[in-house]
C-alpha cells in the first residue's frame, strides 16, 4: 500500500517560533531527524521518494480554460499556510504502518529538542484493483 | 566510482574503455550507414553488451572491431524487424566498407559532440545526448545522476534525436565560418553539465558528483580535439580548480561551507597544479574569454593562503573585465562581493542595492546581501536577508545553510540585547 504523507505550512501543535528563530543546534538536531528518519525508511524497503518543496515565495497558481493564454498568479499568497512544504511518499504493508510513520514524522525536534508536533496528512495512493477481486 | 582520477575525468578499466571507445565507434557507425539517431542506439546496445561479457572474461582482442561489429549486427536487427528494405539492403552493401582512420577519429568525436550540443537542443536535452552519445553512458545511468525514471530518459533522449534529424545537417564538421559559435555551444553546455554534478541539491549525491568528472573528461577530449581553442582550455582549467575544492566543501553531515569557511587543507593538490598550469598557458596570449577569465579567478582562489590573504584587488580586476563582456547579473554580483573585500562592505551593497532591478528577488541577492550586512555590523538585517535568502532557495542544503545562518545570527542580537 502506497501512502503519502504530506505537511504543509501551517501552525504546528507546539506553537514553536519559524526556524530561522531556533539556535543553529536546533536546527541541525531537526535536520539530522530527517535525514535519519528517510536512511530508516529506505533501510526498511518503505520509502518511495521524499522531497522537500521550494517555498511558498517562489509558488505560483495556474488556470488555463485550454484555449486563451494561462492565468499565472504569483505569491505572496494569503492562504500560504495551506500550502505544501514537503512530503514522503511511503511503500507499507499497512494503514498502522503508515500512520506510525506520520507519527515519527509528526515528533521531529524543535527548540531545545521538544517535538513540533507537526501536523501530518496521510493519503493513500490509489492503485490497480485488487487481481482476487 | 569515487577514485580521484573519476572525479577530475580520467577513468580507467573495461569501464574507462568502453566510454573512450564509444564516440570512435559511433562516428563509424554513423560514417558506414548514415543515420545518427539509429546507429546511436545500436552502439548504446552493443556497450551494454560489452560491459555484460566483458569483466567476466578477458577483453576481445580488438575491442574497437568488437563494438563495430555487434553494433552493426544490432543496426541489422533493428532494420530487419523494419519494413524499410531498402535500408537493410543498403546496409548489406556498405558491409565491405574500411574502418575510419585514426585521425578521423578524432575529427568524428568533435563532430559528435557539437551535433550534441547543436543550438536547436536545449540543455536540458543536449547534456543527457551528450552523456550518452560522446560520453558512453547508459541511459540507465544517466537516469539515476538526473533523477528521473529510464524511460523518461530514454525519451529525452530520443526526442533530442528526432530534433537533431530534423535539422538535417550533415555528419561533417560545420563550416569554419560557424565552428566558433558551435564550440560556444559545446562549451556552455559541459559548463551546465558540470555545474549540475558540482550543486548537488539531492538525492544520491554520489551519482550526481561523478557527472563533475564526466564533465571534466568531456571537457578533455574537446581539448584533444580544438588544442588550440583557448576558451576550452580555459573550461577544463576552471572545472578542475572548482573540482578541487570539493573535498572542504560540504561538511561531515552534507551541510554546505562557504568558500571563506574552508578548510584549504582539504582541497585536491593535483588538479589545482594541473588547473593553474592549463590557465597559465593560454593566459596574456591575447583576449581573453570568460572562462578563461573565471578560470585566472579561480586560480588566485586555490592559490591563496586564506580568504583573507586573497589577492583580492587582482580578482576585483578581473571582474572588472569580466563585466563588460557578459550581461549576466551574476558576474555583477559576484563583482559586489569582491568590491567590499578590497573597499569596505558599505562598497559592496551600494553596488548590490543596483542589482534589485536585474536580478529581482533571487536567493543570491539576498544572501550575498546578508553576508555583507553582516561585515557591516547590522546584525538584524543580515538576520532578516538570510531568512529571505532561505526562503527563496530552491536547494534543500543551501536552505539549510542559510537558515542556520539567520538563527545564527538571530541568537547573537538577542545575546546582545540582553542585560
Not at chain 2, 538563527?407 to 542580537?413: D, I, P, Q, Y
Request: glycine share 8%; charged share 20%.
Amino acid at each position: 500500500m502506497r501512502f503519502m504523507l504530506l505537511q504543509n505550512y501551517g501552525p504546528v501543535e507546539s506553537d514553536c517560533p519559524p526556524m530561522t528563530e531556533w539556535s543553529p543546534a536546533d536546527i541541525k538536531a531537526h535536520i539530522d531527524f530527517q535525514i535519519a528518519l528517510n536512511a530508516e525508511l529506505a533501510q526498511r524497503g518503505e520509502l518511495v521518494d521524499a522531497q522537500g518543496l521550494a517555498g511558498p515565495e517562489l509558488a505560483k497558481f495556474v488556470v488555463s480554460d485550454g484555449i486563451g493564454a494561462p492565468v499565472v498568479t504569483d505569491g505572496p499568497f494569503p492562504e500560504a499556510k495551506e500550502l505544501l512544504a514537503g512530503y514522503r511518499l511511503v511503500d507499507v504493508e499497512t494503514t498502522e504502518r503508515a500512520i506510525e510513520i506520520a507519527a515519527r514524522a509528526s515528533a521531529s525536534p524543535g527548540p531545545g529538542g521538544v517535538a513540533i508536533r507537526q501536523p501530518i496528512e496521510v493519503r493513500q495512493v490509489l492503485s490497480a484493483p485488487d487481481p482476487e477481486l | 566510482m569515487t577514485s580521484t582520477g573519476r572525479a577530475t575525468g580520467r577513468t580507467g578499466d573495461t569501464e574507462g574503455l568502453l566510454r573512450e571507445l564509444a564516440p570512435q565507434v559511433l562516428g563509424t557507425l554513423v560514417r558506414r550507414y548514415g543515420d545518427f539517431a539509429d546507429c546511436e542506439d545500436a552502439v548504446q546496445e552493443a556497450l551494454i553488451a560489452a560491459a555484460a561479457e566483458w569483466p567476466s572474461g578477458s577483453l576481445p582482442d580488438n575491442p574497437r572491431g568488437w563494438l563495430i561489429r555487434v553494433a552493426s549486427r544490432r543496426l541489422a536487427n533493428l532494420y530487419r524487424g523494419d519494413v524499410a528494405r531498402r535500408r537493410r539492403e543498403e546496409l548489406a552493401a556498405s558491409w565491405s566498407l574500411s574502418l575510419a582512420e585514426p585521425t578521423q577519429e578524432r575529427d568524428d568525436t568533435l563532430i559528435l559532440m557539437l551535433m550534441c550540443c547543436h543550438p536547436s537542443l536545449t540543455p536540458a536535452a543536449a547534456i543527457p545526448l551528450t552523456l550518452r552519445a560522446v560520453g558512453g553512458l547508459t541511459t540507465r545511468e544517466i537516469a539515476a545522476a538526473f533523477l528521473v525514471a529510464e524511460p523518461t530518459m530514454a525519451q529525452r533522449i530520443s526526442r533530442a534525436k528526432a530534433t537533431i534529424k530534423a535539422s538535417a545537417e550533415p555528419f561533417a564538421l560545420p563550416p569554419p565560418d560557424q565552428l566558433p559559435d558551435r564550440l560556444r555551444s559545446v562549451l556552455h553546455v559541459l559548463y551546465l553539465l558540470f555545474n549540475e554534478g558540482y550543486t548537488t541539491s539531492s538525492g544520491p549525491d554520489l551519482a550526481r558528483s561523478d557527472l563533475s568528472g564526466e564533465a571534466i573528461r568531456l571537457a578533455r577530449i574537446m581539448r584533444a580535439s580544438v588544442p588550440d581553442d583557448r576558451e576550452v582550455t580555459g573550461l577544463l582549467a576552471l572545472m578542475l580548480l572548482t573540482e578541487a575544492r570539493r573535498p572542504a566543501r560540504t561538511g561531515p553531515d552534507g551541510d554546505l561551507i562557504p568558500l571563506a569557511e574552508q578548510d584549504r587543507a582539504l582541497w585536491d593538490a593535483a588538479p589545482i597544479t594541473e588547473g593553474v598550469a592549463l590557465i597559465s598557458g593560454v593566459l596574456g596570449s591575447g583576449h581573453a574569454g570568460e572562462y578563461q577569465l573565471q578560470a585566472a579567478i579561480a586560480a588566485i582562489h586555490d592559490q591563496a593562503p586564506s580568504h583573507a590573504a586573497t589577492d583580492w584587488p587582482q580578482i576585483l580586476a578581473i571582474y572588472d573585465l569580466l563585466e563588460t563582456m557578459t550581461a549576466n547579473p551574476m558576474v555583477a554580483l559576484n563583482r559586489a562581493v569582491a568590491t567590499a573585500m578590497v573597499n569596505g562592505p558599505e562598497a559592496g551593497l551600494a553596488l548590490i542595492d543596483g542589482l534589485d532591478a536585474r536580478l529581482g528577488d533571487h536567493h543570491r541577492l539576498h544572501s550575498v546581501r546578508a553576508h555583507l550586512l553582516e561585515q557591516a555590523g547590522d546584525i538584524g538585517a543580515a538576520a532578516a536577508e538570510f531568512s529571505a535568502a532561505a526562503a527563496r532557495t530552491n536547494n534543500l542544503r543551501e536552505r539549510h545553510y542559510l537558515a542556520t545562518q539567520a538563527a545564527r545570527l538571530a541568537t547573537e542580537s538577542r545575546t546582545a540585547t540582553q542585560p
